[in-house]
């Protein structure tokens, strides 16, 4: 026990005794009998402290002597070195303390702390900081103080991170592994001694549970660690992660096959190059996507489901009402039966029966045929009783569901009277999606047919087509409402990981009204207090 603070012994017993040159030999001066006016301090020999904050001088070795009745004999060791002393011939350079130094010493002296170490003892703390900074230093994350030792800058600039708390330590922790981005590097590579002090030489001290507890939450942030498995002294009670190479093997489809679906699901982005086995994913939220993938059909057997002939189903995918579960080329079954009961359900409640003899209605894909207008506007029509849908009883599913001509011509002659934009700039829904960060199929677009964001209506013109395109008013206000993690990491600057570990710790849901599945997206007021803390702690770290 120091100064009201546990330590290992070896931190303070040590053959080698260090201390200032500068103040024995201020002490020595002041005297005409120096040897009982010299203090020898104890913080001196404290591993850790590096630095005299009186005068700024590095403590330096005074002498070493493994028998402890000759090293401990003040006096007369003191009386050995003190002409040494007096000459100068101990002296360094200058060393200005760091912010690590100065809170050291404010600790030992009064036991004030405030920083968030004030909660955790003195010397994991001491030693968290050495370990964090020398791995920050030797994977060229962070660059060392000048004007320091080896050790000095690496407690130096451990501390200027652990002083800020869990999310400071956190992004650094991200940013060691990202580093670490070979096939097979595990956590040992990316964290180095700091993982290996953790797991194995203070396994054991409780002291450092808050500092490990820290780590294994970047440990589960970053590599597929799989249910049951030790992770710093914790068996994993789940899978919070997947790897495109544990997945592959747990689920047994092909790993460039799996690629690609989690690609185009928008667990990666384009152009991803890293080995499969650091290419992970959140295992929960892509779960569904295991249990559909098995399921999925073909054309022919889709259209047969829904009771649609091939151009329908073709044109029910082209105008946006039947989205495919996947559109790479490789695959053909790419359909799901679930999607096509949704839609025949949906016709359904908004159908009357039709007499099959009436010859004054016509299918949705004559209708669409005749006037050029897209399958999903027909629909929506419907939706909003602009104009009746009947359905006729001597005919399966979709190809017995019927338009009236004359609402049909009505309709035409109604939007054929509203301007629309011509395509001028802005992005396509899909492009806007994919620069919040929402790959999702339809987040983006669902927000818009659901009226949560504006997106503006424009002519394309070669086509004709009309579209929604997102331009700076949209934007501006999907900003103002909503955030995703991509765009908490550019406002703050935080790795995005870290901003997703912040956030889940944080228990925020995503946007869900009535249940509804947007993805990743979040109310801007929900996440306000979160944002202003990270944004202060951001600012803090560039200062």
């Known amino acids: 026990m120091f100064r009201g603070e546990l330590f290992v012994s070896r931190y303070l017993r040590n053959p080698v005794v260090r201390g200032c040159p500068q103040c024995i030999r201020v002490e020595a001066q002041e005297t005409s009998s120096p040897l009982h006016n010299i203090t020898l301090r104890g913080e001196w020999q404290l591993r850790g402290a590096g630095v005299c904050l009186k005068h700024s001088h590095p403590l330096v070795p005074l002498w070493s002597r493994q028998n402890p009745v000759e090293r401990f004999d003040v006096g007369g060791r003191i009386a050995e070195v003190l002409p040494d002393i007096l000459t100068g011939k101990l002296n360094s350079p200058v ?293 009746g849908l009947g359905k006729r009883s001597d005919v399966f599913g979709y190809h017995g569901f019927v338009l009236r001509h004359s609402d049909v011509d009505h309709l035409t002659a109604q939007n054929d009277k509203a301007p629309a934009a011509p395509l001028r700039g802005g992005l396509s829904l899909a492009q806007f999606g994919r620069s919040v960060g929402l790959r999702g199929k339809g987040n983006i677009s669902s927000l818009v047919s659901s009226g949560h964001i504006s997106a503006t209506e424009v002519v394309h013109p070669k086509t004709g087509k009309r579209l929604k395109h997102i331009f700076g008013e949209d934007a501006t206000s999907f900003h103002r409402k909503f955030v995703t993690i991509s765009t908490i990491a550019a406002e703050t600057g935080l790795h995005w990981n870290s901003v997703r570990t912040v956030v889940n710790a944080a228990g925020l849901k995503p946007f869900s009204p009535d249940g509804q599945d947007f993805g990743a997206i979040y109310l801007r007021n929900n996440v306000k207090p979160l944002l202003a803390m990270l944004s202060s702690k951001d600012a803090a770290a560039s200062g």
């Not at 652990?162 to 922790?173: E, S, V």
């Not at 592994?177 to 993982?195: I, R, S």
């Not at 396994?203 to 939450?217: A, M, P, W, Y």
């Not at 991803?272 to 992970?280: H, L, M």
């Open 95 to 387: 060393a200005p303390p760091s912010s690590f130094d100065l809170w050291l010493h404010q600790r030992l002296s009064t036991g004030e702390d405030r920083t968030w170490l004030a909660g955790q003892p003195l010397f994991p703390a001491m030693t968290f900081c050495s370990l964090l900074g020398a791995e920050l230093i030797r994977k060229s994350v962070s660059d060392a103080p000048k004007d320091c030792s080896e050790d000095r800058a690496a407690s130096a600039l451990g501390f200027e991170t652990a002083a800020r708390g869990p999310a400071a330590i956190q992004d650094k922790l991200h940013k060691l592994a990202a580093a670490a981005d070979g096939a097979l590097d595990e956590p040992q590579k990316a964290f180095g001694k700091l993982y290996v002090s953790l797991n194995r030489a203070y396994k054991e001290d409780d002291g450092f549970d808050g500092f490990r507890e820290i780590l294994r939450g970047c440990i589960l942030d970053v590599w597929p660690i799989a249910p049951g498995k030790m992770v710093l002294g914790r068996r994993t009670a789940q899978r919070r992660l997947h790897s495109v190479h544990t997945a592959s093997k747990e689920i047994g489809i092909g790993g460039a096959l799996l690629d690609s679906f989690l690609t185009e699901a928008g667990a990666f982005s384009d152009g991803d190059k890293r080995p499969r086995s650091r290419k992970v994913f959140d295992a929960q939220r892509f779960a569904d996507l295991f249990e559909e993938i098995p399921n999925l059909i073909g054309p022919n057997t889709m259209r047969e489901a829904i009771g649609a002939t091939l151009h329908e189903l073709k044109a029910l995918e082209k105008d946006g009402v039947l989205v495919p579960f996947t559109k790479l080329p490789r695959i053909r079954s790419r359909w799901r039966a679930a999607d096509g009961d949704v839609l025949l359900t949906q016709l359904s409640k908004l159908a009357d029966a039709v007499d099959p003899q009436d010859p004054g209605w016509e299918t949705l894909q004559l209708a669409r045929n005749r006037t050029g207008m897209p399958l999903s506007d027909l629909i929506r029509s419907c939706n909003n009783r602009t104009i």
